[in-house]
């Protein structure tokens, strides 16, 4: 999402020939989809949550990564909502203050990253404690990779102006690098990313198979955890809208915005529904065993009853010697 003065001068020139342009607005639909997504990841997380804390089980380095990937995610959101104030899901020459929407953009694009980063990393340290070997190796090169090439994309945000301020400021002298190298190299990061997501989801089935579990937990397992091939894949589809950062119409950014805080929002639920299907699972069992006792508890007492209830009386008929009859 990073944005450049190249693209800010195009946004001028747009600007002045606005006569008899649209007028079209999508930053309202666009808040809406973007804090519907960011409540999706607030419910799933905070299930997660819960569930350790019912089962009285410790927070884990997967648990604290995950909560800085939404701690970020919720800053991207809030961010993007100040971008919206400011124009974004407006055309370009619909937007007055550039110098405050290109600042809070970029910041946003910067949160946006690291939410990535951080919620990917989170799954990856998750299958760290079930992996060995090869296997174990090959996950910290995933979490190391995507770590330093998505950080890359980071840095070069705000190392591609000189002096900084011309990022969002282009009344201030100074040059920036080529908006197609900002553009190319993260579109390599984000489609690395994909492919790194779309690879450890695919890990899970060879671990799950060295666990003892039945055929019902194992296949709800591997669905729970492979759902961060959704993530790769909304990221790959993120690295064909990119191109939209050089486009001098804003409101061609409305679709990126949208893959970006899906992307983090599925890779938060995906590393949150193993935890949530093991609660589920205790619980059923629980109440199954619940019933059971209820059932077993019912049946003695029943029993019991029958026991205890007294004997029907005899009654002797007097009319008739030597004979009796029960009543």
Same mark, same amino acid.
């Given at each position: 999402?990073?944005?450049?003065?190249?693209?800010?001068?195009?946004?001028?020139?747009?600007?002045?020939?606005?006569?008899? /342009?649209?007028? *079209?607005?999508?930053?309202?639909?666009?808040?809406?989809?973007?804090?519907?997504?960011?409540?999706?990841?607030?419910?799933?997380?905070?299930?997660?949550?819960?569930?350790?804390?019912?089962?009285?089980?410790?927070?884990?380095?997967?648990?604290?990564?995950?909560?800085?990937?939404?701690?970020?995610?919720?800053?991207?959101?809030? /961010?993007?909502?100040?971008?919206?104030?400011?124009?974004?899901?407006?055309?370009?020459?619909?937007?007055? *203050?550039?110098?405050?929407?290109?600042?809070?953009?970029n910041i946003t694009g910067v949160c946006s990253i690291i939410?990535?980063?951080?919620?990917?990393?989170?799954?990856?340290?998750?299958?760290?404690?079930?992996?060995?070997?090869?296997?174990?190796?090959?996950?910290?090169?995933?979490?190391?990779?995507?770590?330093?090439?998505?950080?890359?994309?980071?840095?070069?945000?705000?190392?591609?102006?000189?002096?900084?301020?011309?990022?969002? *400021?282009?009344?201030?002298?100074?040059?920036?690098?080529?908006? *197609?190298?900002?553009?190319?190299?993260?579109?390599?990061?984000?489609?690395?990313?994909?492919?790194?997501?779309?690879?450890?989801?695919?890990?899970?089935?060879?671990?799950?198979?060295?666990?003892?579990?039945?055929?019902?937990?194992?296949?709800?397992?591997?669905?729970?955890?492979?759902?961060?091939?959704?993530?790769?894949?909304?990221?790959?589809?993120?690295?064909?809208?990119?191109?939209?950062?050089?486009?001098?119409?804003?409101?061609?950014?409305?679709?990126?915005?949208?893959?970006?805080?899906?992307?983090?929002?599925?890779?938060?639920?995906?590393?949150?529904?193993?935890?949530?299907?093991v609660f589920i699972r205790n619980t059923m069992q629980s109440?199954?065993?619940?019933?059971?006792?209820?059932?077993?508890?019912?049946?003695?007492?029943?029993?019991?009853?029958?026991?205890?209830?007294?004997?029907?009386?005899?009654?002797?008929?007097?009319?008739?010697?030597?004979?009796?009859?029960?009543?």
């Open positions: 999402m990073a944005l450049n003065s190249h693209t800010t001068q195009e946004f001028f020139k747009a600007r002045q020939v606005s006569t008899d /342009l649209p007028h *079209d607005d999508y930053g309202p639909r666009l808040n809406i989809a973007i804090w519907f997504l960011t409540g999706v990841a607030t419910v799933f997380l905070t299930l997660r949550l819960y569930c350790k804390h019912i089962r009285q089980k410790k927070l884990w380095w997967d648990d604290y990564i995950l909560i800085a990937a939404f701690v970020a995610l919720l800053a991207q959101t809030s /961010l993007l909502s100040v971008c919206i104030h400011l124009g974004l899901g407006k055309h370009s020459w619909d937007i007055t *203050d550039w110098v405050s929407y290109l600042y809070v953009a939410a990535a980063t951080w919620s990917k990393t989170s799954f990856a340290v998750t299958l760290l404690r079930l992996s060995t070997g090869w296997m174990r190796r090959l996950i910290w090169f995933i979490i190391a990779s995507v770590n330093i090439f998505l950080g890359l994309s980071c840095i070069f945000t705000y190392v591609q102006c000189k002096p900084v301020r011309r990022l969002w *400021d282009t009344s201030i002298p100074g040059a920036c690098w080529p908006q *197609d190298v900002i553009i190319k190299y993260n579109s390599f990061s984000s489609a690395w990313s994909g492919a790194m997501d779309i690879l450890l989801a695919t890990l899970p089935w060879r671990l799950i198979n060295t666990l003892t579990l039945n055929k019902k937990e194992r296949i709800g397992v591997l669905v729970g955890m492979s759902l961060g091939s959704l993530a790769g894949v909304t990221s790959i589809a993120k690295t064909a809208t990119l191109s939209a950062i050089k486009n001098p119409d804003t409101i061609a950014t409305v679709s990126l915005m949208i893959l970006a805080t899906a992307e983090t929002v599925i890779t938060i639920v995906a590393a949150s529904i193993p935890v949530l299907r109440q199954s065993s619940r019933d059971n006792s209820q059932k077993t508890q019912l049946s003695r007492n029943i029993s019991g009853f029958e026991f205890l209830t007294p004997p029907s009386p005899v009654r002797i008929d007097t009319s008739k010697k030597g004979e009796f009859s029960i009543g």
